[in-house]
């Protein structure tokens, strides 16, 4: 329904009611705008999220008190709701964890014990809630492990395949492909578009384990890195001005910053030399 409605023109020879009986749709939802979340829910998901890269195993109950803690009362029906709109959930092993239907696409871990030698052997992608002034948006990063390069990133107002895949072509087209990608097994990942995409393209498919805080322990700390260093201090005015600023911290990441767990050295040196 949604791409259907792109394709109304407001200049178009059809009028809009015309054109809405030709695509069948409804005219109202051409003028709906969704209700944006209040202010203080804006504010309560922004200290979630700097409270969960700290603390990852706490789920409601304990986000529920650490809000209570800071004079926010709110009961734990909200909590789960707005840790849902950010794509959080506590890591911690659970039985049963896989939404019906997704299961056929979860995939092993292959990076146990995997000797990582050269770039592109291993990419890894997440998505992750990005808070700004006022809303928030996702971002989509893949990151090569080897040189810590990342090779692909952008930003969306969705969770949804769609934007990961967009990432994760480009991606593709700019530095090749690689051997293996890594995720989690976030509903992006497990759904039938992602995984006969990889097929498709004879990409080795990679998942971490259900409950498991290091298998891609290389994203989540990039992710805590561009959130204390750049997010947190320069909250952006609208989607624009955050696209500029993330742009400049990835420009700094990439070719300025070195890293120690690659022996103090900057990553586009090590990627592009190496690749």
Request: with cysteine; net charge positive.
């Amino acid at each position: 329904m949604k791409q259907r409605r792109e394709f109304v023109e407001p200049n178009h020879r059809l009028s809009i009611r015309q054109q809405c009986e030709v695509l069948n749709i409804h005219r109202s939802g051409l003028y709906y705008v969704p209700k944006g979340e209040k202010q203080e829910n804006l504010e309560i998901m922004r200290l979630m999220d700097e409270h969960y890269l700290k603390h990852p195993t706490e789920g409601v109950l304990r986000m529920q008190d650490f809000l209570l803690a800071l004079g926010f009362v709110v009961n734990h029906k909200r909590v789960r709701r707005l840790l849902r709109l950010m794509g959080l959930m506590a890591i911690y092993p659970k039985k049963n964890l896989s939404k019906l239907g997704l299961k056929k696409y979860i995939q092993p871990y292959l990076l146990k014990r995997l000797n990582v030698i050269h770039p592109n052997q291993v990419w890894a992608i997440d998505i992750t809630y990005v808070p700004m002034k006022k809303g928030f948006l996702y971002l989509t990063a893949i990151i090569d492990i080897y040189s810590r390069y990342v090779v692909g990133w952008g930003i969306s107002n969705t969770l949804q395949t769609e934007a990961v895949l967009s990432v994760l072509d480009q991606a593709i087209k700019d530095h090749g492909k690689p051997e293996i990608i890594n995720s989690d097994q976030g509903s992006q990942f497990t759904s039938e578009a992602w995984i006969e995409y990889l097929k498709s393209e004879g990409i080795k498919i990679s998942m971490d384990g259900k409950g498991r805080a290091i298998d891609n322990i290389f994203i989540e700390r990039f992710w805590r890195s561009l959130k204390y260093d750049y997010v947190y201090l320069n909250p952006a005015n609208d989607g624009i001005e955050l696209y500029q600023g993330i742009k400049q911290y990835m420009h700094y990441y990439n070719y300025e910053l070195h890293h120690q767990g690659i022996g103090r050295r900057v990553p586009a040196e090590l990627y592009k030399t190496a690749a």
